[in-house]
């Protein structure tokens, strides 16, 4: 592995949406990363199999971070190096096969969180679905997605993905605030939540940022990159930051994160890419 000053964390699903294209620009903004030997970590809310399209597609050839900081995947023979136990001795950063990756796991695997979801259900009296529960044409129905897609938005390694049936606002709060105290960590996306036992991006950027410095032997800065939306669940973890902000973001900049360092690029500039490579390059 090239020398490297900054390792990027990326928050993709604003730039990749499951609908529609991609941001234009991303293909040769990836390419150009590559060119300068500047890793690329992308951070998504998909499972691994619904992600591998995408990376597929933009020629992605990082580690990933998938389900919501559930687990770290790794490319076959990425670093050469297995992933060393806990300072603290409190947990073995051990690593799992995965289809083509190596994964290191987070949160608790399936059906963990499925089986810790149904009990949360009957315990408060608050239905919910399952994508895993429903047939191929509710699936397509609900989840707005083709068939394809939808079948694969279902197949998770490690969160439940479910909707309220009927539950009303006050109800839905009540099973919200039960499951956080069975230490279930629940994330919404539209009228989609997903239900997890233990994901962390923290953990998931602080083991991946071990192998890295083990790879390159010595530090390298975590550099997060996402949009208002997404960037409160990575930024806090990072030494330097970039905003890329949007025709949403007005919002989330009238009451700025606390950042190291968090200058804002916007997304519908015209050099956009080019802006981002010169702040990534920016030495601190």
Known sequence: MRQTSSVLYIAVDSLIPLHGASLAGLDEFTASLDHQAIPAVWLTSRSRLQFDEARRKHSHTHPFIAEDGCAVYLPEDYFHLRPASDASGTRKAATVRLGRFTCIPIAQALPAAADALQTLSQDT????????????????????????????????????????????????????????????????????????????????????????????????????????????????????????????????????????????????????????????????
């Open 125 to 284: 009296r608050v239905p919910v679905v399952t994508l895993r529960s429903l047939s191929p044409r509710e699936l397509v129905q609900n989840s707005g997605l083709p068939q394809k897609e939808a079948e694969l938005a279902r197949q998770r390694d490690f969160d439940d993905i479910f909707f309220f049936a009927g539950a009303s606002e006050k109800e839905i709060e009540r099973f919200l605030a039960e499951g956080r105290l069975r230490k279930l960590a629940f994330r919404q996306h539209g009228v989609l939540w997903s239900a997890a036992i233990g994901p962390s991006i923290q953990r998931c950027i602080r083991d991946l940022a071990k192998l890295y410095d083990r790879a390159l032997r010595y530090h390298a800065h975590v550099l997060g990159i996402a949009t208002s939306e997404l960037a409160p669940a990575l930024f806090p973890f990072c030494d330097r930051t970039i905003l890329l902000t949007d025709r949403n973001s007005q919002q989330a900049l009238d009451q700025p994160l606390e950042t190291v360092r968090q200058p804002r690029i916007s997304l519908h500039s015209p050099d956009v890419w080019e802006n981002l490579l010169e702040v990534i390059s920016t030495k601190i």
